[in-house]
């Protein structure tokens, strides 16, 4: 198990439209099982591989308060969405600190490949429908910060550029 580095926005990887998954394998699925490590100890309840330096589509996550519903998705694809909207307040690993309120579709159906190859789908409302569509937004290269005005998506991008800096300062000292 291996704890890997999480991105900050602003990142390139971050801004990639990520590539399909053609090969499912042990050194895939190690890493998915590290993604999770990595999002438990962050802590956090997804984690996508952009955010963690891979520009593939999979990402890991879990709802659960205790540790108990971990998901893992590979090219996971939306399916079908509500017609009514929920809000809800959002935050991600990559913009850590900061918090905001999203609209998005109150359920989703997503279909996606697990981790064995099989073919699998999952609905889901409330908090794991938003985790959904935010983990399912970083494989195209959106973060929350692009659902906001850009004024509101300015100023946190202005303080995670500092945060930025104060971060790899810190790591050369
Ligand atoms: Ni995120």
Redesign the pocket.
Known sequence: MAKLDILWVPDPILKTKCAPVTVIDDALRVFLDDMLDTMYAAPGI?L?AP?VGRAERFLVLDVSDDKSAPLKLINPEIVDVADEDAVYEEG????PEHYAEVTRPAWVKVAYTDETGAAREITADGLLAVCLQ??MD?LDGI??LDHLSALKRNIITRKMVKAKKARTRDAAA
């Open positions: 997804g996508a955010q991600c690993l990559s913009i935010h983990e970083h973060v929350f």
